[in-house]
């Protein structure tokens, strides 16, 4: 045999095996396994370095575009993976990491994971998933008796129907606001007289048939930025999008709500949802959602809750009150990858009225025949995985009791560290915490006085070097790894509505500690007196 | 302490702990983990049924809609998931499973997508994600050069680019071709003088600012669902993606398609995308997609290759050459968890020009900062697990050979199964495999002889009977749990181009052997047997 020959020959036979035999037990690949079963906080402790390298450095590691033309060993290639991959990704499930939403996993997720993946279902239809199809609806059905708590009747009647949907599982919060919209664009635009419906037609035809001179979603000015996106997408358009002012708590004000929807009435623009958010992504504030509910009934519109990230909260009896009102919303967004301790890539919309996704049913010809199970019939994504089962799990092993302690712990959490905050002369509270979610900066005490003697112009000069400090901090105290807050921008009123950087903390994981949390505190502290620049700046005006 | 109290203590002490201690290594879910990691295939043959129970009696075991208010040990639940998910599931890896695009998985898949759900990054942004982020550009890098063939400055140049992108990863081809649609559709009508552009003002005004009196997306009768989907969402509609009829191979006709844009083109319609098909969903061909190329060019268009299915044949040097043109489409989809065998969970869309994805740039003030590398700055998507770390390990370690083995040898097997269906009386192949996709009916000599001699009249009621013949086996079939062939209806030229029922097979899974195909086909003979009525009423017509 030539070279040529054997090397194929050799690859053919390896490449059999990749599908049959796993490596034997001691390879680089089974220890890693092992150590992340038998403790993978350890795992993550050992592999991802604490101090990060610069971004343009990693990307020398990820600098080839060609496909190699030589297979590598499985052996190689995971070690390869844990120098370069592992060693520079986040600890996303470090207690200290309590910047972003994403937080520790149950262990029991990890085998389920494996188990999920190996099973390779499909959800799209039930020729690739079986019981995964009963199975997620039945996850729907829960998580939309968690929203709606109707009775047992109703779930008997719908949960398992072929033409009906208790809502749409899908890998985030994005695509299940946009599928809501989608829906709910649908049912205001549908078939009537001559008009064959917007799903048909399209959206000009639509606006010409029903004689409107516009198609707008109101939301408050701490939406989502999926919102735009879902509009621009829509055809809708960004600018349809109209943010109504919030109140001193964050919250949507519901006089200017209905100011504005009156005016749009006026003007001959069709309202298409009105979306109430249940936990803001930058401060964690719950809209009012009952008063919400009666301003979208008084303009019969549809009432759309962003509970992406707060849906959680009403999985406990002490907190769910304060989502009081979302029982009322034609569809609810609820992440199950942010405080349902999930991985990555579970999301969901549940809709009131289980007859509303029949505006974007579709069929074909080799799967989602018409009367067809087939769960892709009604969600906007196709092939899809078996995510389900995780929450399924989830709901099962820590079940609503486990789920209220998780919830009540990071309010409480929260709750503590805004007391340390305010306590400390060299910090400043931005936003109090109503969920485990809250704002802050470093401001000196000194600072802190100078700003509250100085005229408006004064205070923006003042606070101009502190959203630089702010910055270098955060960006500081990711790089050295120990902990990790993240910032954003935000109005602030006793600035004079002024966007002000702050760092932005999420409280969600349960092994986070309060020395954790004061910690955090001491590096900022020192981490601000490395600054050469914007302290000084700052101190010099004092 | 009261019993409350008490179950509220023991509650809290195994909450914190399920963040923490695995089980003991011989609990329920180690021995499942061990048996998964030493031997999928014997675990998956083991644990699911082998006979079939009927989706309504499995829907009982799925019936409460209560979220539990008392949590489940780990073992019970797991044995609880083995007994009434994992028994009920499908076997996709089976190599008799020949029905579907989902396949066996490469063993180091498994232990990786631990890892990756381990790390639980996001990739939506750099903060949640890190390496994961220049891997993911890298990914689609390769994937963009395996369809471009740009050179090594041009990757230098955009790959790791923060206001470009290569391409978008996404949950799967759905996402994938709504995606290149969005993009396409906002670079057509984007700003122009007064007008800000479709993102910000909508469809409805951008129409009316081109003075378009239409939108349309042109592709052939054998397109995905998934297009007309994508025309429903982005507010263009269903019935503005135009079928093209397709010659007796099932590719698209393009002297209709041309005189379809210059008719479109006198009505002052414009095309937003001509769409070739690389691997149609229902027979596996493969449009002429450098004609389509020309025409596109010559009408000022985009053009868009939906190769979900079949983009993965340009890793076949062989086989490459079948999607010749391919390099001129604006933007191509492809699967990885299709033909590329990584799990459910990834595809993925290229673009020609790195900058065409300015048309959906969007931000935030906590995440996508402008001029940050943040993904999520450029996807349809928000927060996104790291699929791409199994697309990154399946080119190193099977490498392009590797894939070009495996495409080759399920194209070579395809057409072993067409030549035996040929050979034998009693089964009649409908189309030909171009790709290791084919379809076929059970339908015995002395019919084919009648249909032969029969008026056209006749021909349907015939037709007719071996519709629900085709229907009856492939359902038995599925249910006996021994193989799986898919079905669909496909216009049959030979027949007048009625929709006909048939079976469908894709042959992508390695380890499906000779014998096994051989075996699927005495099975269907054996199960037309058992047809009652469907059978006898066609034996005595002849």
Redesign the interface.
């Known amino acids: 045999m030539t070279t040529n020959k054997r090397?194929?020959k050799a690859?053919?036979e390896?490449?059999?095996s990749?599908?049959?035999?796993?490596?034997a037990?001691d390879s680089t690949?089974?220890l890693?396994?092992k150590e992340?079963?038998?403790?993978?906080?350890g795992?993550?402790g050992n592999h991802i370095a604490a101090k990060?390298r610069a971004?343009s450095e990693?990307?020398k590691?990820?600098?080839?575009?060609?496909?190699?033309?030589?297979?590598?060993?499985?052996s190689d290639?995971?070690r390869?993976?844990l120098d370069?991959?592992?060693?520079?990704?986040?600890h996303?499930?470090s207690p200290s990491f309590i910047?972003?939403m994403?937080s520790?996993?149950?262990?029991?997720?990890?085998?389920?994971?494996?188990?999920m993946?190996?099973?390779?279902?499909?959800l799209v239809k039930?020729?690739?998933?079986?019981?995964?199809?009963?199975?997620e609806?039945?996850v729907l059905?829960?998580m939309?008796?968690?929203v709606y708590q109707d009775n047992?009747h109703f779930?008997?009647q719908w949960?398992?129907s072929a033409n009906h949907s208790l809502g749409a599982f899908?890998?985030?919060?994005?695509?299940a606001n946009?599928t809501a919209f989608?829906v709910a664009r649908?049912n205001l635009l549908k078939a009537d007289g001559d008009f064959?419906g917007?799903?048909?037609?399209?959206?000009?035809?639509a606006?010409k048939h029903y004689k409107y001179d516009?198609?707008v979603i109101l939301v408050s000015d701490r939406g989502?930025?999926?919102l735009?996106?879902s509009?621009?997408?829509?055809?809708?358009?960004?600018?349809?999008v109209i943010s109504i002012p919030t109140d001193g708590h964050n919250r949507i004000d519901c006089q200017k709500l209905r100011e504005k929807c009156l005016e749009l009435k006026q003007r001959n623009i069709r309202v298409l949802s009105i979306v109430g958010v249940a936990g803001t992504?930058?401060t964690g504030n719950i809209d009012p959602l009952d008063k919400m509910a009666d301003i979208a009934e008084e303009f019969q519109t549809h009432f759309h809750v962003d509970a992406a990230w707060g849906g959680a909260t009403l999985?406990s009896n002490k907190y769910r009150p304060l989502l009081k009102g979302i029982e009322r919303a034609d569809s609810v967004t609820i992440?199950a990858?942010k405080q349902m301790y999930v991985?990555?890539?579970a999301?969901l919309v549940v809709f009131k009225n289980p007859a509303s996704v029949a505006s974007?049913e579709?069929?074909?010809?080799?799967?989602?025949r018409k009367g067809s199970?087939d769960l892709g019939s009604h969600t906007?994504?196709?092939?899809?995985?078996?995510m389900a089962?995780l929450v399924y799990?989830s709901?099962?092993?820590?079940?609503?009791?486990?789920y209220e302690?998780?919830i009540n712990q990071g309010i409480d959490r929260a709750r503590y560290f805004a007391k340390r905050i305010n306590q400390h002369a060299d910090f400043e509270l931005i936003t109090e915490p109503e969920l485990c979610l809250l704002t802050y900066r470093y401001n000196p005490k000194a600072v802190q006085n100078l700003l509250a003697s100085s005229s408006a112009e004064q205070q923006d000069k003042i606070n101009d070097l502190l959203d630089d400090l702010t910055k270098f901090i955060q960006k500081r105290q990711?790089e050295n790894g120990k902990s990790?807050v993240?910032?954003?921008?935000?109005e602030v009123q006793r600035y004079q509505g002024r966007?002000t950087v702050v760092f932005?903390v999420v409280l969600a994981n349960?092994?986070t500690s309060n020395e954790i949390l004061n910690d955090v505190l001491v590096e900022q502290l020192e981490l601000a007196q490395e600054s050469e620049t914007f302290l000084p700046d700052l101190l010099s005006l004092t």
């Open positions: 090397t194929a690859t053919q390896s490449l059999h990749i599908f049959t035999i796993p490596e037990p690949l089974g890693i396994e992340i079963s038998e403790n993978l906080a795992f993550l990060e971004l990693i990307e590691d990820f600098a080839s575009s060609a496909i190699p033309e030589e297979p590598s060993f499985v290639h995971t390869h993976i370069k991959v592992v060693a520079q990704s986040v996303t499930s910047g972003h994403t520790a996993l149950p262990y029991f997720i990890l085998p389920l994971s494996k188990l993946v190996g099973l390779n279902q499909n039930i020729e690739t998933s079986k019981a995964f199809t009963p199975l609806r039945q059905g829960m939309h008796r968690l047992d779930y008997e949960m398992h899908c890998s985030g919060g994005t695509v946009l989608w649908n064959k917007i799903a048909r037609e399209g959206l000009f035809n606006l516009g198609l989502h930025y999926s735009k996106k509009a621009d997408i829509l055809g809708i358009g960004q600018d349809s992504t930058e999985l992440d990858h991985p990555m890539g999301g974007i579709h069929h074909a010809e080799y799967i989602l199970k906007l994504e196709g092939s899809r995985p078996g089962m799990a709901l099962h092993i820590i079940s609503r009791p486990g302690m998780l990711r990790f993240s910032r954003t921008r935000i966007k932005r349960p092994l």
